[in-house]
């Protein structure tokens, strides 16, 4: 009877074994039957994002949800490949999709340890999941999965399916496929990282979140230890390479400055116009767009406006820390992973970063950095900061304690300094005046911090550096650089001047009576500009101003006008002094090239309006080489007279400073790059006493253009016809044999020789002489 019960369990289970044969093998059929079709592998169409570049190729920005750079498999380094089969999937080339063997092994594992530690799925069986399924954990989808491998084997190459795997895979950060990775994380190219570097890309699929070096260094090392350790085991490295590889240390470069050269607001303003153009298709149909920007100027530009800024906020002193974390309610916790929470919402600026003190004693300070770098400081790092250190606390002030969120930065030394980002901000717009290509654009201190571009949306006084556009309408009217005009106090009612009585003063505070144009300039006197606004007319400056591309409605036709009272951007201003610089012409600033399709093919081609290719001249060349000449005066022995350190003779500019110190400026060029260097708060209030245009704003224009000339051959400037030089007394500007320096004059404006200084008249009508006097 025994044996006859066990006859019928044996036959029961043999036919439900048989039942569930055939039923899976139906649902294997019905499942295999719907299978997606491998349209989508045999014509890969991965999403791109957009690109852009600088003009000589370098990539600037890029946009789009998937971070990715498709490379064919002959492009991957052999070590890579290595990598990527130990961590994944060593027998990839011997298995038909499905590896039996790696099944067995995983299960056994798992079984051991009691809970699920290794999976089973090959590289051919990601690739299905990641083109077609989700990643719900259900029998119905890990057998559609393995069907897949079976019908993506049975159709494409085993080289084919490994380069789908290394374009396709998530590897955290945005970053899809393994060139896309070594960017982000290493700022290289595919074919340069090494094998440390690759041992720690292939540990990264198996939990990109918690395995990238970015985010979890020491998980990081951890893991790429563990395939270090499996290359070892598979013979691709001797036990002496082991050993070697597991010291070297791998240098990560953040995404945020993995880019050629720090350009995010110029990316932005690429961005803005493809969307404009393109729609959503901007995103992922892997569009170049190569723009005008330089790598040298714009990498001179982002360290001139930085440099600069922080010297100015040094000089007002620190403000305190920036905020406070307690500390106490994770004694007794993980403190490491709290402190890396509480720094994971808060941005570096690039080379300056947060930190949390844990240790604060007038000599010393520890502080927490995110990643797990605890920091010292001492000594000079500490001098900046240090009444925030002292032992006796007044109530109110906020100090340096325990919990305090600081910023720090190592000096060139490899010191570590307190430090604190400014609350200033800055902008820097250098073009070609011939053409108008944008070669450098700073839109403020840190994108990161700030997205306002300051360079096209900024709408500032320009104070004295709108002053040569005045001056420029008074040629046009008869001036010459020699006409005597007085420096002398003036008083104007409200209707004069659109707001109420105003006394305008000099900003020396001094008045030196009766002076040439040309020095009146050279010297910034606005009394002496207020003078020339009045004779030549206000409603006339407001329309000659247009000239140059101001808008004459944010100019209104007061008086203040002559002291730059009223709006322009940085943008406008490279455009309006360009037309001095190139003797005339109307020029548009501009800033993309071309624009590619993802296979190279040009889509549009950038034709600018130039001198030389149908530029419209906008004043009278002889006019735009007298003001370039009485410019040249302001950089030799006027308000931008510290510009002489850079030794050359072919700069020309004007210096700005509104009332109060609010807005600072120096507007400058050289024949070939005009650049505008602006600062001031975002909500306007006074940068301080003596924060002028020449000690705030031409320090950043001086350190750029320093660079970018650096090798360049001095230009000249030589007076087109119709404007001759003559001999002249520079105290009276009379035309003299004898006279102690040359001044320029349109020819037919040349004065009579003066035979008898007490009778000479200057060329000027007895209205004019009225006001200017």
């Known amino acids: 009877m025994f044996a006859r019960w066990l006859y019928y369990f ?26 997606p079709s491998l349209d989508t592998l045999t014509d890969y169409r ?74 089973a799925s090959t590289i051919t069986m990601q690739v299905a999941r990641n083109f077609f399924l989700t990643r719900e954990k259900t029998l119905t989808r890990k057998l559609s999965e393995a069907l897949l491998a079976f019908k993506i084997e049975h159709s494409l190459s085993k080289d084919k399916i490994l380069e789908l795997y290394v374009n396709q895979i998530y590897l955290g950060h945005r970053s899809y496929g393994f060139a896309a990775a070594a960017h982000t994380y290493f700022g290289k190219s595919l074919q340069e990282i090494n094998i440390v570097e690759a041992a720690m890309l292939a540990g990264l699929p198996k939990a990109p979140s918690s395995y990238n070096p970015i985010s979890n260094p020491k998980r990081a090392k951890s893991r790429q230890l563990y395939v270090l350790g499996r290359l070892h085991k598979l013979n691709y490295i001797s036990s002496n390479e082991l050993s070697e590889l597991e010291k070297q240390p791998v240098p990560v470069k953040k995404q945020s400055t993995a880019f050629a050269m720090r350009a995010e607001y110029v990316a932005e303003m690429v961005r803005q116009v493809i969307y404009d153009r393109y729609k959503e298709e901007t995103y992922d149909k892997g569009i170049k767009v190569y723009t005008t920007l330089r790598q040298l100027d714009q990498e001179a530009a982002y360290q001139a406006l930085r440099k600069n800024v922080i010297e100015y906020d040094r000089r007002r002193g620190y403000r305190g820390p920036e905020a406070y974390i307690d500390l106490m309610k994770y ?16 941005n570096d600026s690039d080379d300056i970063y947060a930190a949390v003190v844990i240790a604060a004693k007038p000599n010393a300070v520890q502080a927490y950095k995110k990643g797990g770098e605890v920091i ?16 006796k606390k007044d109530p109110g002030k906020k100090y340096i304690t325990p919990g305090a969120l600081i910023r720090v930065q190592k000096n060139q030394k490899n010191v570590w300094h307190i430090v604190q980002l400014p609350e200033i901000e800055a902008a820097l717009v250098s073009i070609d005046p011939n053409d108008g290509a944008i070669r450098a654009l700073i839109g403020g201190f840190d994108f990161y911090k700030n997205q306002f571009n300051h360079v096209t949306q900024a709408w500032r006084q320009p104070g004295s550096s709108f002053k040569p556009f005045i001056y420029s309408a008074a040629l046009e009217k008869g001036f010459t650089p020699a006409t005597i005009i007085n420096d002398a106090p003036l008083s104007f009612s409200a209707t004069q001047t659109g707001s109420q009585l105003w006394e305008p003063k000099n900003f020396d505070g001094k008045f030196e009576g009766p002076m040439r ?104 060349p002889r006019n735009a080489f007298i003001m370039t000449s009485m410019m040249q005066d302001v950089v030799n022995q006027g308000t931008a007279a510290k510009a002489r350190q850079l030794g050359r003779t072919d700069l020309a500019g004007k210096t700005g400073t509104t009332s109060n110190f609010i807005d600072a400026w120096f507007c400058g060029f050289q024949k070939d790059l005009v650049t505008i260097a602006w600062t001031g708060y975002d909500e306007p209030k006074s940068m301080g006493n003596n924060e002028t245009g020449g000690r705030v704003a031409l320090p950043i224009w001086m350190d750029y253009m320093g660079p970018v000339l650096k090798g360049v051959a001095m230009a000249e400037y030589k007076p087109p016809n119709g404007v001759v030089a003559a001999r002249i007394n520079s105290a009276t500007g009379f035309r003299e044999t004898g006279g102690d320096m040359t001044e320029y004059f349109l020819s037919e404006q040349l004065p009579p020789l003066n035979e008898n200084p007490v009778e000479h008249t200057p060329k000027v009508t007895r209205d004019l002489q009225d006001q200017l006097f």
Do not use: C, W
Request: hydrophobic share 40%; net charge negative.
């Open 331 to 346: 004694s007794g916790g993980n403190q490491e992973k709290t402190l890396d929470d509480a720094l994971d919402e808060i």
């Open 46 to 119: 991965p999403k791109i994002p957009l690109r852009i570049y600088s003009e000589e190729g370098q990539i600037i920005g890029e946009f789009g949800a998937e971070r990715r750079n498709v490379v064919s498999i002959s492009e991957v380094p052999e070590h890579l490949k290595q990598a990527i089969l130990a961590a994944e999937d060593d027998r990839f080339y011997e298995h038909g999709g499905v590896d039996y063997l790696g099944v067995l092994r995983a299960a056994y594992s798992n079984f051991s340890a009691g809970s699920v530690r290794q999976g």
């Open 376 to 391: 010292e400081i001492t000594g000079d790092g500490l001098k900046f900061a240090q009444k925030f250190l002292a032992e």
């Open 10 to 35: 044996f036959v029961t289970l043999s036919a439900l074994g048989l039942i569930g044969v055939l039923l899976a093998g139906f649902a294997g059929l019905v499942i295999y039957s719907n299978l």
């Open 517 to 620: 144009m040309r020095t009146a300039l050279t010297k910034s006197k606005n009394l002496v500009s207020i003078r020339i606004l009045q004779a030549i007319g206000i409603q006339y400056a407001q329309d000659y101003i247009t000239r140059f591309g101001f808008d004459a409605s944010r100019h209104p036709p007061y008086l203040p006008m002559a002291l730059g009272s009223g709006s322009v951007t940085p943008m406008q201003m490279a455009a309006g002094y360009a037309v001095f610089a190139n003797g005339g012409f109307r020029i548009a600033p501009y800033f993309i090239k071309k624009i590619e399709d993802e296979k190279g093919n040009i889509i549009e081609q950038f034709q600018p309006v130039a001198v030389t290719n149908g530029a419209k001249r906008v004043i009278d």
